[in-house]
C-alpha cells in the first residue's frame, strides 16, 4: 500500500527575497521567442549593481530586445524548493574588456561560434517558495 502524497503549496515571496534567491545562484535558462517558437537555452549568470548578466550558448543576434530568465532549486524528494522569474529589456555585452571579466568570471558552454554574453534589467520579478503544508 502506497503512501498519499504530502500536501504541497507553493507561495509567492517578495521581488526583494526573490532576487536574494537569484543571486544565490549561478545556473538557469534564458527563455524568448524566435520566429513564433519559444526557445530555452542553459545559462550561467552574476547579478551586479543591479543587473542581471548572463553567459549563454545563444547566438547573439537570435537574443530578442526582450527576455526571461528563470531559476530554480527544487528538492524533487522532500517536495521543497524555489523559482524565481525575471523579464526585461536585454543588450549584448560588446565592450571587449567587459566581455574578457565575464568570460573569465562566468564558465559557460559554447555551441559552435554561439557563446554570448548579455544583461538583463529586470522590469518584471516573481518568485515563490515550494513547500509542504503545515499540519
Same mark, same amino acid.
Given at each position: 500500500?502506497?503512501t498519499?502524497?504530502?500536501?504541497?503549496?507553493?507561495?509567492?515571496?517578495?521581488?526583494?527575497?526573490?532576487?536574494?534567491?537569484?543571486?544565490?545562484?549561478?545556473?538557469?535558462?534564458?527563455?524568448?521567442?524566435?520566429?513564433?517558437?519559444?526557445?530555452?537555452?542553459?545559462?550561467?549568470?552574476?547579478?551586479?549593481?543591479?543587473?542581471? #548578466? $548572463?553567459?549563454? +550558448?545563444?547566438? =547573439? *543576434?537570435?537574443?530578442?530586445? &526582450?527576455?526571461?530568465?528563470?531559476?530554480?532549486?527544487?528538492?524533487?524528494?522532500?517536495?521543497?524548493?524555489?523559482?524565481?522569474?525575471?523579464?526585461?529589456?536585454?543588450? #549584448? $555585452?560588446?565592450? +571587449?574588456?567587459? =566581455? *574578457?571579466?565575464y568570460?573569465? &568570471?562566468?564558465?559557460?558552454?559554447?555551441?559552435?561560434?554561439?557563446?554570448?554574453?548579455?544583461?538583463?534589467?529586470?522590469?518584471?520579478?516573481?518568485g515563490?517558495?515550494?513547500?509542504?503544508?503545515?499540519?
Open positions: 500500500m502506497s498519499p502524497p504530502a500536501d504541497l503549496r507553493i507561495v509567492e515571496v517578495s521581488g526583494a527575497e526573490a532576487l536574494w534567491l537569484l543571486e544565490g545562484s549561478s545556473l538557469g535558462r534564458l527563455v524568448y521567442t524566435q520566429r513564433d517558437l519559444t526557445v530555452v537555452r542553459p545559462a550561467r549568470h552574476v547579478w551586479e549593481y543591479g543587473r542581471l #548578466v $548572463i553567459r549563454t +550558448p545563444a547566438p =547573439a *543576434a537570435a537574443v530578442p530586445a &526582450t527576455a526571461t530568465y528563470q531559476v530554480d532549486e527544487i528538492r524533487p524528494v522532500a517536495g521543497t524548493g524555489w523559482t524565481v522569474t525575471v523579464s526585461g529589456p536585454t543588450e #549584448v $555585452i560588446t565592450d +571587449p574588456d567587459e =566581455a *574578457a571579466h568570460r573569465r &568570471t562566468l564558465s559557460g558552454w559554447s555551441h559552435g561560434p554561439h557563446d554570448t554574453l548579455l544583461r538583463l534589467h529586470p522590469k518584471t520579478v516573481a515563490f517558495r515550494l513547500a509542504r503544508a503545515e499540519a
